[in-house]
């Protein structure tokens, strides 16, 4: 739409293959049961339902691997173009502005609500796919790799990934202590 930024443009059409991606973000009880502690740097402890917070890039792709291991199944991150699609509302889309409502109070925590914390996971309204917290409580990570804008971007729904040291990841939603 016309009041995205200049990194968010040009709007191009991705097609996605068939995937699953998670209800609700990863909690600080699912989190420990894998992983065996909480993250180090948690900064809202005590809150099992609560998603798991400050944890990097790598962090998340150690509990992947562990949880994988533990299961025996083969868990990893979306691409950005699978979570954009899942925000959107997949193929039930009601074209919101956010993850599930125009009313960003409706599906978000985020600085004017959030009492600067996070709250337990599917406390907001769902989307149309029926995901959780997609524009806010805590951002969460993609496999891509971040790009200044989408000149190039991959049309098969695939990570577009740079291979180098020191890049930046992506991350989507909102977090509970950021601006609408």
């Given at each position: 739409?016309?009041?995205?930024?200049?990194?968010?443009?040009?709007?191009?059409?991705?097609?996605v293959n068939d995937f699953s991606i998670g209800k609700y973000e990863v909690t600080q009880a699912q989190w420990r049961k894998v992983m065996g502690s909480d993250p180090p740097e948690l900064?809202?402890?005590?809150?099992?339902?609560?998603?798991?917070?400050?944890?990097?890039?790598?962090?998340?792709?150690?509990?992947?691997?562990?949880?994988?291991?533990?299961?025996?199944?083969?868990?990893?991150?979306?691409?950005?173009?699978?979570?954009?699609?899942?925000?959107?509302?997949?193929?039930?889309?009601?074209?919101?502005?956010?993850?599930?409502?125009?009313?960003?109070?409706?599906?978000?925590?985020?600085?004017?609500?959030?009492?600067?914390?996070?709250?337990?996971?599917?406390?907001?309204?769902?989307?149309?796919?029926?995901?959780?917290?997609?524009?806010?409580?805590?951002?969460?990570?993609?496999?891509?790799?971040?790009?200044?804008?989408?000149?190039?971007?991959?049309?098969?729904?695939?990570?577009?990934?740079?291979?180098?040291?020191?890049?930046?990841?992506?991350?989507?939603?909102?977090?509970?202590?950021?601006?609408?």
């Amino acid at each position: 739409g016309s009041d995205c930024y200049d990194d968010e443009k040009p709007a191009h059409q991705v097609k996605v293959n068939d995937f699953s991606i998670g209800k609700y973000e990863v909690t600080q009880a699912q989190w420990r049961k894998v992983m065996g502690s909480d993250p180090p740097e948690l900064n809202f402890k005590g809150c099992d339902q609560c998603p798991v917070e400050r944890v990097s890039w790598d962090e998340v792709h150690e509990f992947l691997r562990k949880l994988n291991s533990q299961t025996g199944k083969k868990y990893r991150l979306p691409t950005e173009a699978e979570w954009e699609y899942a925000a959107r509302g997949g193929n039930q889309s009601k074209a919101y502005k956010y993850g599930g409502s125009n009313r960003l109070t409706e599906v978000a925590w985020f600085t004017g609500n959030s009492g600067s914390n996070t709250h337990p996971v599917g406390t907001k309204k769902a989307n149309e796919l029926g995901l959780y917290d997609l524009s806010g409580n805590v951002y969460e990570w993609c496999e891509d790799t971040w790009h200044n804008n989408y000149k190039g971007a991959p049309q098969d729904g695939s990570a577009w990934v740079k291979e180098k040291e020191g890049v930046s990841r992506v991350l989507r939603g909102g977090y509970w202590n950021f601006n609408p």
